[in-house]
């Protein structure tokens, strides 16, 4: 699928290689990449190019690396490639001062510094290079990753049309996409929730709201003109059903109105409204709001700028400052405190739904961020059908890309409003890897799928991350008329997911409907501690029920993710790597057995599938495979920096040579 | 039989395969702290000599090894016993004197059948000991000295030790006098390559050494090489007593009813430091790995005791660099060397005397241990539940191995013993007179106190020695290392080497290592050749950057890791999957399998039998016992 474009190629400088659209926008040259680890400052020249796709530098010296590890490189994005939409922070330094950079400079910087959104720091000297290219790149980079942008710039559209007849979609992917009224009868199927529930098509041609799925699912006694009264507000849709016939559901909340009359319109709907999901003795729901009580975005959003910061290192005298203190750091941003209070909501509901049999109703202001992450985690501990490959990336369809998350707003892909960047979905990732560090045997997917699905969030080719609704996806995409007015962003509701007060209105409304019904919060507590409790007194069963462990010390950082970028964490033939050649040959002998016995039964062979080879031969990879590849230079052991001088040139040294030799950097 | 608390569940026979059961097994010296419990959720702590309130309805035993024990006493009848036993526990606290806890041992089991058993592991305490070892490491430039086999040189020292074949043993007397304690240097390692891994106490600066002493120390310290790195132990790594309080407060961060918040875990942990102290460890060790390996030289560990610090770092060292020492038998072989023979005060050390300087200096080794095994998973043949066993069996008084002080007394203790075995014990057939030692019982007898089906979970499912292509070859490799300059010497300190103008602090002494100081390791060419000769990075080694069997640990701070199933195994969460899920559930599948297939067909083919000898234990066996029986926590009401 990677072109390249001929016009580029030039006798002895490297291949740009090029997507299809992708058009070169600036360039510098002689541009010298420090390599990071180094503390002498040393660094490679080359080229720096911005294209409308990415930023990427290239080596003059690129020798090639025969490696067995480049098989590995990811096709897309090269080891120097940043996208555009991972671009989080510049920097610039300017006389030994490093300064964030926005906007016109008056000034252009000797150095520059990009921190990524998937952690990588790049740094640039640009002291060798000519002043009218650095002002151009420097200002194009900026331009093209700081501005806000219009939806139709996005380079999704150009490759989009570019590569229109390239696509070629896998046949094995069976990733259901919950864009047809038959997916959404099949899923109810699966989960045996027909009887209650059905799939509608109320929203055809999204008439009633562009908020909703074309199709989706409600409680079979719900007429379908509910769902058309208030733009498919107040109404509970169907998320999951469990095989005790309790279900899952999710609710976007009615607009807060101040007029009685109104508000009494709206109370006489809800209650005609519950009585289809809350018929007790025979069905009781549970409501929870995920607007109150619970996280807030703006809580995600500022302990994930702290956590990430721990990572974001440019160079490594920082980061052993910052080291001695590493465990009250990570506490204090709270981002793991925040993933252990998502993994508890969803032990309770699942609580609810497996051992009191209760419909749980999740309810949000859009139900389309905490709604979308706890709903996907219960049924990631419930439904063992979520833990292979296919049936999580199509539960992320169902909540998350159908559910209406607004992948666009919340990744800021547009850089038009930094207040709706909040990493939901990278927290739910977080959740996810979890349950994958503690129960590596009751997934299909390994870590590294995971670690590389974040990084897809800042991939423009593919559409699944880049649109806030499935109906802003089909305008633009299916369309893909250039010329389309972006209404979308401004005809949407609003999501100020930012105010302080709760949603009352609701809050009453229901809470008097089902304040019987709940349990005074010391015995809920309770429950929650012995069904905690005896699920893990009891062996595991990978296929059954699945439930994280959430005490302190069990939530861990997301080591593959958060640093694989930092040579000094990488082990050198160690890691979970080291084991897997042994556990690729048990496999294999397994399989092999396997198939011996199927043969006795006359059965068909399963396909074998190959391991790769590159594994079971290479003797020492690194333990941040496959992300960063053996280099020389992280193979130094690092030194304390207590001791630490950097040393200059040889004279220098020879200078020093009677008093001191550091062997740090000599 | 020493003074002991245990348990012995339903259905518990005393025949077992373990003559003493380690699962229920509380020393008293082991009881951290002892609560009884009563209906009305009442707890008392109930110290040595306290009298008890109320009938118990349950009693926990914390472990100082950090293990617990709960005890039930079911209603009905019960109730005067349970007073009666807790109280027995109260007074034997309070009569119990740490001096007599040592004094007796039960060999019953053990002398059966085997008149002249043979040690598991080499104890080192017999020159034909030294002498195997040093063969093993094909230290050619070394002999093994006799100069102390009646510890009149130190009674801290082993009887046998190893010098540079030059050195004459009155010389060594002579030079072992000016160090503190006695403790000269002695080899600890030879590294294959040609380098030599030392260690030595203190220079006695209070000594006035004649200049023929002074030639006998420096010789004796550089052993033939001409570059020379003193190694300053003590510098940048904990205190004694940093060490006691931070386990101390791990401890106390640990106890189920710790009452720091789930939020407030990371920072707790943080501030008791031990996870600092570890990576501390690693970091000096993994620095010495290279100073060993990238260059042939002398390189010295120098402690002022060198009975602490410098068998930790010595010991983590050939970890670090020989493959040998990462097996099972490699292991306890280095533990025997390092720690045991070397003289580290287990006893003091341990608490054990109730005097001060108590520093659990081998625990933490252990630690930094569990660390390597978490980092390296295929480099180590040994399993994580051998280091458990290792790190609960230090305050069981079974064996001497832990008990005592110095090589002396333990000597001492075991000829004592050896004569009460054979009054003593019962069908113990006599033992050939004047082979006293092979009597002698030491932790590594595991099978005293774990059933086979445990000492088979010593092993790792995943180690891979075929992971490190070059598999350890005890032969010299010239070619592979440089040669230091010519009579040079460092001392490593803080991270970097400073050249030092005299090896021996005495003043005036006239040295006979003259460091010429215009010399610079350094071909001159850039600054970054430099930089790779001195980390050990020719070229030759190809794409592999590191020399075969060389590990260099990762010591950041999100990189060392809290040992969970040693400090909360109070916690049931704790318990489950004890062991790595992945590797053991293929070994069951795979064992399944193999035993389907094997009732199908009559004959199996040889080819699939002999694929994975792994595979002939019988896994589910194992995974059965670890749930909950390794380690005693879920207590049968009895």
Same mark, same amino acid.
């Given at each position: 699928e990677i072109h390249t474009n001929e016009k580029e190629v030039t006798e002895k400088e490297v291949t740009l290689h090029l997507l299809p659209g992708e058009q070169l926008l600036? !360039?510098?040259?002689?541009?010298?990449?420090?390599?990071?680890?180094?503390?002498?400052?040393?660094?490679?020249?080359?080229?720096? =190019?911005?294209?409308?796709?990415?930023?990427?530098?290239?080596?003059?010296?690129?020798?090639?690396?025969?490696?067995?590890?480049?098989?590995?490189?990811?096709?897309?994005?090269?080891?120097?490639?940043?996208?555009?939409?991972?671009?989080?922070?510049?920097?610039?330094?300017?006389?030994?001062?490093?300064?964030?950079?926005?906007?016109?400079?008056?000034?252009?910087?000797?150095?520059?510094?990009?921190?990524?959104?998937?952690?990588? &720091?790049?740094?640039?000297?640009?002291?060798?290079?000519?002043?009218?290219?650095?002002?151009?790149?420097?200002?194009?980079?900026?331009?093209?990753?700081?501005?806000?942008?219009?939806?139709?710039?996005?380079?999704?559209?150009?490759?989009?049309?570019?590569?229109?007849?390239?696509?070629?979609?896998?046949?094995?992917?069976?990733?259901?996409?919950?864009?047809?009224?038959?997916?959404?009868?099949?899923?109810?199927?699966?989960?045996?929730?027909?009887?209650?529930?059905?799939?509608?098509?109320?929203?055809?041609?999204?008439?009633?709201?562009?908020?909703?799925?074309?199709?989706?699912?409600?409680?079979?006694?719900?007429? !379908?003109?509910?769902?058309?009264?208030?733009?498919?507000?107040?109404?509970?849709?169907?998320?999951?059903?469990?095989?005790?016939?309790?279900?899952?559901?999710?609710?976007?909340?009615?607009?807060?109105?101040?007029?009685?009359?109104?508000?009494?319109?709206?109370?006489?709907?809800?209650?005609?409204?519950?009585?289809?999901?809350?018929?007790?003795?025979?069905?009781?729901?549970?409501?929870?709001?995920?607007?109150?009580?619970?996280?807030?975005?703006?809580?995600?959003?500022?302990?994930?700028?702290?956590?990430?910061?721990?990572?974001?290192?440019?160079?490594?005298?920082?980061?052993?400052?910052?080291?001695?203190?590493?465990?009250?750091?990570?506490?204090?941003?709270?981002?793991?405190?925040?993933?252990?209070?998502?993994?508890?909501?969803?032990?309770?509901?699942?609580?609810?739904?497996?051992?009191?049999?209760?419909?749980?109703?999740?309810?949000?202001?859009?139900?389309?961020?905490?709604?979308?992450?706890?709903?996907?985690? =219960?049924?990631?501990?419930?439904?063992?059908?979520?833990?292979?490959?296919?049936?999580?990336?199509?539960?992320?369809?169902?909540?998350?890309?159908?559910?209406?998350?607004?992948?666009?707003?919340?990744?800021?892909?547009?850089?038009?409003?930094?207040?709706?960047?909040?990493?939901?979905?990278?927290?739910?990732?977080?959740?996810?890897?979890?349950? &994958?560090?503690?129960?590596?045997?009751?997934?299909?997917?390994?870590?590294?799928?995971?670690?590389?699905?974040?990084?897809?969030?800042?991939?423009?080719?593919?559409?699944?991350?880049?649109?806030?609704?499935?109906?802003?996806?089909?305008?633009?995409?299916?369309?893909?008329?250039?010329?389309?007015?972006?209404?979308?962003?401004?005809?949407?509701?609003?999501?100020?997911?930012?105010?302080?007060?709760?949603?009352?209105?609701?809050?009453?409304?229901?809470?008097?409907?089902?304040?019987?019904?709940?349990?005074?919060?010391?015995?809920?507590?309770?429950?929650?501690?012995?069904?905690?409790?005896?699920?893990?007194?009891?062996?595991?069963?990978?296929?059954?029920?699945?439930?994280?462990?959430?005490?302190?010390?069990?939530?861990?950082?997301?080591?593959?993710?958060?640093?694989?970028?930092?040579?000094?964490?990488?082990?050198?033939?160690?890691?979970?790597?080291?084991?897997?050649?042994?556990?690729? !040959?048990?496999?294999?002998?397994?399989?092999?057995?396997?198939?011996?016995?199927?043969?006795?039964?006359?059965?068909?062979?399963?396909?074998?599938?190959?391991?790769?080879?590159?594994?079971?031969?290479?003797?020492?990879?690194?333990?941040?495979?496959?992300?960063?590849?053996?280099?020389?230079?992280?193979?130094?052991?690092?030194?304390?920096?207590?001791?630490?001088?950097?040393?200059?040139?040889?004279?220098?040294?020879?200078?020093?040579?009677?008093?001191?030799?550091?062997?740090?950097?000599? | 039989m020493p003074p002991r608390v245990t348990f012995q569940p339903c259905g518990w026979q005393q025949n077992q395969d373990t003559p003493l059961s380690s699962e229920y097994d509380f020393a008293l010296v082991n009881i951290g702290r002892l609560e009884a419990v009563s209906s009305l959720s009442r707890v008392q702590l109930l110290r040595p000599g306290s009298l008890l309130k109320f009938i118990p309805e349950e009693i926990m035993i914390h472990g100082r090894d950090f293990r617990l024990l709960r005890v039930g006493f079911e209603a009905g009848g019960l109730e005067p016993q349970a007073f009666q036993v807790t109280m027995a526990i109260v007074q034997a606290r309070a009569q119990s004197n740490p001096a007599q806890q040592y004094s007796g041992i039960t060999l019953s089991k053990t002398g059966q059948g085997s008149g002249s058993r043979k040690p598991p592991v080499p104890l080192m305490e017999t020159a034909e000991d030294w002498e195997t070892e040093r063969k093993k490491q094909a230290a050619r430039g070394w002999r093994v000295s006799t100069v102390n086999e009646r510890f009149d040189v130190a009674t801290s020292l082993p009887r046998y030790f190893w010098v540079p074949n030059r050195i004459l043993d009155n010389e060594v007397r002579r030079a072992f006098g000016h160090f503190h304690q006695g403790r000269g240097p002695r080899l600890s390692w030879h590294h294959p390559g040609g380098s030599d891994l030392l260690r030595c106490g203190g220079f006695y600066t209070a000594s006035d050494p004649n200049k023929e002493d002074i030639r006998a120390v420096e010789s004796m310290l550089q052993a033939g090489h001409s570059d020379v790195v003193l190694v300053d132990t003590m510098d940048e790594l904990p205190n004694l007593a940093d060490v006691q309080l931070a386990h101390l407060r791990l401890r106390a961060l640990c106890l189920p009813d710790s009452s720091v918040a789930e939020d407030k875990w990371l920072s707790a942990l943080e501030g008791t430091r031990w996870l600092d102290y570890i990576r501390a460890c690693l970091r000096k060790a993994s620095d010495i790995s290279v100073l060993v390996t990238s260059r042939v030289r002398s390189v010295i560990l120098q402690e002022r005791g060198d009975r602490d610090l410098n068998g930790l770092l010595s010991s983590l060292v050939q970890l670090l660099s020989a493959p040998e020492a990462r097996t099972l038998f490699g292991f306890q072989s280095l533990v025997q060397r390092e720690w045991v023979a070397a003289g580290h005060p287990f006893l003091t050390r341990l608490g054990g005397t109730g005097a001060s300087e108590e520093a659990p200096v081998f625990l933490l080794f252990l630690d930094c241990v569990w660390q390597l095994l978490q980092q390296f998973p295929a480099d180590f043949e040994f399993s994580e539940f051998f280091l458990l066993a290792l790190h609960d069996s230090v305050r069981v008084p079974d064996t001497l191995t832990f008990l005592r002080n110095t090589p002396w007394e333990r000597g001492k203790q075991s000829r004592q013993l050896n004569s009460y075995t054979q009054v003593y014990t019962p069908g113990y057939s006599q033992a050939p007179a004047g082979n006293s030692f092979n009597l002698q019982l030491s932790v590594w007898d595991w099978d005293l106190r774990y059933s086979n089906a445990q000492i088979l979970q010593f092993q790792n499912p995943g180690y891979d020695p075929e992971h490190c292509p070059d598999s350890w070859l005890p032969r010299p490799q010239p070619s592979f290392m440089i040669p230091g300059p010519p009579s040079s010497v460092w001392l490593f300190s803080r991270g970097a080497l400073t050249p030092l103008n005299q090896l021996c602090p005495w003043r005036d002494s006239p040295s006979l290592l003259a460091v010429s100081s215009r010399w610079l390791p350094r071909p001159a060419i850039s600054s970054e050749s430099l930089a790779d000769q001195e980390w050990g990075l020719p070229s030759h080694w190809g794409a592999c950057p590191l020399p075969p069997g060389l590990l260099l640990p990762g010591y950041l701070g999100p990189q060392i890791r809290f040992w969970r199933r040693c400090y909360l195994r109070g916690r049931p969460e704790v318990q489950m999957g004890l062991s790595s899920p992945t590797i053991s559930g293929l070994q069951d599948e795979l064992s399944h399998l193999q035993e389907l297939l094997q009732k199908w067909t009559p004959r199996i083919s040889p080819e699939v039998h002999s694929k994975d000898p792994h595979t002939i234990l019988n896994p589910t066996e194992i995974v059965g016992i670890l749930k909950g029986q390794f380690h005693p926590f879920w207590i049968t009401r009895c």
């Open positions: 600036c !360039e510098a040259s002689t541009v010298l990449k420090y390599v990071q680890e180094d503390s002498c400052q040393h660094g490679v020249y080359g080229r720096l =190019v911005c294209t409308d796709f990415k930023i990427a530098f290239l080596g003059d010296d690129e020798s090639a690396l025969d490696n067995d590890e480049t098989q590995f490189k990811n096709k897309v994005v090269g080891e120097n490639d940043i996208t555009l939409h991972c671009v989080d922070q510049i920097y610039g330094v300017f006389d030994e001062k490093k300064k964030t950079l926005f906007g016109q400079l008056k000034k252009y910087p000797e150095k520059l510094i990009i921190h990524c959104k998937d952690l990588r &720091v790049f740094q640039f000297c640009l002291r060798y290079t000519k002043e009218e290219e650095v002002k151009r790149i420097v200002s194009g980079i900026i331009h093209h990753t700081q501005a806000p942008k219009l939806l139709k710039r996005l380079f999704l559209f150009s490759y989009a049309t570019a590569a229109q007849n390239n696509t070629v979609t896998d046949p094995k992917n069976h990733t259901i996409m919950f864009d047809t009224l038959k997916d959404w009868c099949w899923e109810l199927e699966r989960t045996k929730g027909n009887m209650k529930y059905k799939a509608v098509s109320v929203n055809e041609g999204y008439k009633v709201c562009e908020r909703l799925p074309a199709y989706f699912v409600v409680p079979t006694p719900l007429p !379908e003109e509910n769902v058309q009264r208030f733009q498919g507000h107040g109404i509970p849709i169907w998320c999951w059903s469990c095989h005790n016939g309790s279900a899952l559901l999710k609710m976007s909340a009615l607009p807060k109105e101040q007029d009685d009359g109104i508000l009494q319109i709206q109370k006489s709907f809800l209650d005609g409204v519950y009585k289809t999901i809350h018929r007790p003795p025979y069905e009781i729901v549970k409501t929870e709001d995920l607007s109150s009580n619970f996280l807030s975005l703006q809580e995600i959003q500022t302990a994930y700028s702290k956590f990430k910061q721990l990572f974001l290192i440019d160079n490594s005298t920082e980061f052993w400052d910052t080291d001695i203190k590493w465990f009250s750091l990570l506490e204090s941003s709270s981002w793991l405190d925040i993933i252990r209070r998502c993994l508890k909501k969803a032990i309770e509901i699942t609580e609810c739904m497996e051992a009191q049999n209760m419909n749980v109703l999740l309810l949000e202001e859009n139900a389309s961020d905490l709604c979308c992450l706890i709903s996907s985690l =219960v049924q990631m501990m419930m439904d063992p059908h979520c833990r292979t490959r296919i049936g999580f990336q199509s539960l992320i369809q169902k909540e998350w890309v159908m559910g209406g998350h607004c992948f666009l707003d919340r990744c800021n892909h547009l850089r038009q409003n930094d207040k709706e960047e909040v990493p939901v979905f990278l927290l739910f990732l977080d959740c996810v890897w979890q349950l &994958v560090h503690q129960h590596p045997p009751a997934f299909e997917f390994t870590e590294t799928y995971l670690t590389v699905l974040s990084d897809s969030l800042y991939i423009p080719i593919f559409s699944t991350f880049f649109f806030n609704s499935p109906h802003q996806k089909d305008t633009n995409m299916h369309q893909r008329q250039l010329s389309l007015p972006l209404t979308q962003s401004k005809s949407s509701p609003k999501r100020g997911f930012f105010r302080e007060e709760t949603d009352h209105l609701i809050k009453n409304l229901l809470g008097k409907r089902i304040s019987k019904l709940i349990n005074s919060s010391d015995e809920l507590q309770d429950n929650f501690r012995e069904f905690y409790d005896s699920w893990h007194g009891k062996p595991t069963d990978y296929h059954g029920l699945l439930l994280p462990h959430i005490e302190g010390p069990e939530i861990k950082v997301w080591a593959q993710r958060y640093l694989r970028w930092i040579p000094e964490a990488q082990i050198l033939g160690g890691g979970r790597v080291a084991t897997m050649s042994k556990l690729l !040959e048990m496999m294999e002998e397994v399989q092999s057995l396997q198939e011996k016995i199927d043969e006795r039964h006359h059965s068909q062979q399963a396909p074998q599938a190959e391991a790769p080879c590159l594994l079971r031969n290479s003797a020492r990879l690194s333990s941040l495979f496959p992300f960063a590849l053996l280099q020389r230079h992280s193979s130094k052991p690092v030194l304390p920096t207590s001791g630490w001088k950097a040393l200059g040139d040889e004279d220098d040294l020879a200078k020093r040579e009677d008093e001191f030799v550091d062997l740090g950097d000599v | -």
